[in-house]
């Protein structure tokens, strides 16, 4: 399969913003391996070949294990995960799935209650970013297999 667009032919400063947002998150106050979770549970949700690939090879390098990650579509019934996590994998799918979109004050409860309001925001933000990178990689048809953790 050969990507229809490359990254290359996309006008320049035209992913500026989006790049910039990603690397706020190296600094993030969210446990990076509950954020590479919550990116492979929205990659998963979107069947997003080039970004499940990344997503899992970058928290493979976190030390996250395989078994936990490709558990991720049933989370629910998998004793591995702790509660913390649940409530951002809750958001994730929350904030993924298209018929859905909503946030109740019942999981926003839930969040609060292992995340100060700065981390939800975090997590809002780096759900929502994978979401975009999601679309614009299967619109792009970018080619997964070739990513290095820590490439971008």
């Known amino acids: 399969m050969e990507p229809r667009i490359n990254f290359q032919d996309v006008p320049k400063g035209l992913f500026d913003s989006l790049i910039r947002t990603g690397f706020h998150f190296k600094q993030s106050k ?10 492979n549970r929205v990659s ?4 997003c070949a ?7 090879k970058d ?5 996250e294990t395989p078994v936990r990650i490709y558990s991720l579509p049933a989370w629910k019934e998998c004793p591995y995960y702790t509660e913390k996590e ?8 929350a904030l993924t799935n298209g018929h859905q979109l909503e946030v109740s ?11 100060s309001k700065e981390e ?12 975009t990178w999601n679309r614009i990689n299967k619109a792009f048809l970018t080619t997964p297999g070739n990513y ?4 971008f």
């Open 105 to 115: 004050d019942e999981l926003y409860a839930t969040l609060s209650a292992h995340f």
């Open 59 to 63: 928290a493979i390098h976190l030390g």
């Open 44 to 47: 998963q949700i979107n069947g």
């Open 30 to 39: 969210v446990d990076h391996t509950t954020l590479e979770l919550v990116k």
């Open 148 to 151: 290095q953790p820590g490439q």
């Open 50 to 56: 080039f970004c499940l690939d990344m997503h899992y």
């Open 86 to 93: 649940r409530a951002a994998i809750a958001l994730s799918e």
């Open 120 to 131: 939800i925001a975090e997590l809002t933000i780096a759900i929502s970013l994978t979401n």
